[in-house]
């Protein structure tokens, strides 16, 4: 029996942690992945206090790690398969363990929304929906598919040493100005479209991308990597149904959490998850207090 399971090491769930070691409350942090969660995506952090140049994402990822390590907050790499309530305790399960607790703060962020492309079996590998695994990717043809902040973000992170070719299914970008400003003015990154993605090949060692652009011309596209940059939906698979049908309750009487991206919709920003994090760890730290008494 632990005191506080936090499942997922992205911001929210970083904060979360270390504000709860503030609290001498010992926290069972999960993380399935890296410490980061997409914040290892971002091309560059420009809103967060304390960066007056911006950072990028990877590094301020790096920093959030570090925090956890002089906190003396372990990481458990596992996923977590299973979350489910029982006789008023928690039962956090993973493939190596079941963690019991009263109190349960859920920070695993979003998954992307998945195609319905039917993907060679051969090329799948080199089908993405984050840009992290081909940061140090040199020379190589990049599509990316969406016209919303993380595809141009995407974009500006891959352009120095390869070109990137942003393919939008509609007219015009629901994408920051900023973002497509910068993007418009980097040679290596051009914008299509008007474009729709209909197939999706193998071609030889790369890809093919049978397209229809302005609804009837045929378009054909060769890619080294192609990226999905098409919207995200909360992370929430692995909740019980026991769970589900008691979630709303569970938060009212401050035993069951959300933080960050699962729960904040299109305001998925590093500083919103930390401040998420931090909240809900205090008032933890102050329920615990009343309950002590």
């Known amino acids: 029996m632990k005191n506080v399971v936090v499942i997922g090491a992205?911001?929210?769930?970083?904060?979360?942690?270390?504000?709860?070691?503030?609290?001498?409350?010992?926290?069972?942090?999960?993380?399935?992945?890296?410490?980061?969660?997409?914040?290892?995506n971002a091309n560059l952090v420009e809103n967060y206090p304390g960066f007056p140049e911006g950072i990028t994402g990877s590094a301020l990822a790096g920093?959030?790690?570090?925090?956890?390590?002089n906190t003396n907050v372990p990481v458990i790499n596992e996923k977590v398969l299973e979350?489910?309530?029982?006789?008023?305790?928690?039962?956090?399960?993973?493939?190596?363990?079941?963690?019991?607790?009263?109190?349960?703060?859920i920070a695993t962020g979003t998954v992307p929304k998945t195609t319905s492309h039917v993907i060679p079996e051969n090329i799948k590998s080199r089908i993405l929906c984050e840009v992290y695994p081909i940061l140090g990717s040199r020379n190589k043809k990049i599509a990316i598919i969406g016209a919303g902040d993380a595809a141009f973000d995407y974009a500006l992170s891959l352009s120095a040493e390869n070109e990137v070719l942003i393919l939008n299914r509609g007219v015009g970008t629901k994408c920051l100005p900023l973002l497509r400003e910068r993007c418009e003015a980097i040679k290596n990154i051009a914008c299509m479209e008007n474009i729709n993605v209909q197939e999706i090949k193998e071609n030889g060692s790369g890809i093919l991308l049978e397209c229809t652009r302005n609804n009837?011309?045929?378009?054909?596209?060769?890619?080294?990597?192609?990226?999905?940059?098409?919207?995200?939906?909360?992370?929430l698979n692995f909740l019980g149904p026991m769970l589900q049908q008691d979630s709303e309750r569970l938060q009212q009487e401050k035993k069951l959490y959300f933080v960050g991206?699962?729960?904040?919709?299109?305001?998925?920003?590093?500083?919103?998850?930390?401040?998420?994090?931090?909240?809900?760890?205090?008032?933890?730290?102050?329920?615990?207090?009343r309950d002590a008494q």
Do not use: W
């Open 261 to 289: 991206d699962v729960k904040n919709g299109l305001f998925r920003q590093t500083a919103i998850s930390v401040g998420d994090g931090v909240k809900a760890a205090m008032e933890i730290a102050k329920t615990m207090e």
């Open 10 to 40: 992205g911001p929210a769930g970083i904060a979360t942690a270390i504000q709860l070691k503030r609290h001498n409350i010992e926290p069972v942090l999960f993380e399935q992945n890296d410490v980061g969660g997409l914040l290892r």
């Open 83 to 105: 979350l489910e309530f029982r006789e008023e305790t928690f039962l956090t399960k993973t493939e190596r363990r079941t963690v019991q607790s009263p109190i349960v703060v």
């Open 216 to 235: 009837s011309e045929r378009a054909r596209i060769t890619a080294d990597y192609v990226i999905f940059a098409v919207g995200r939906n909360p992370c």
């Open 63 to 69: 920093l959030f790690k570090q925090q956890l390590r």
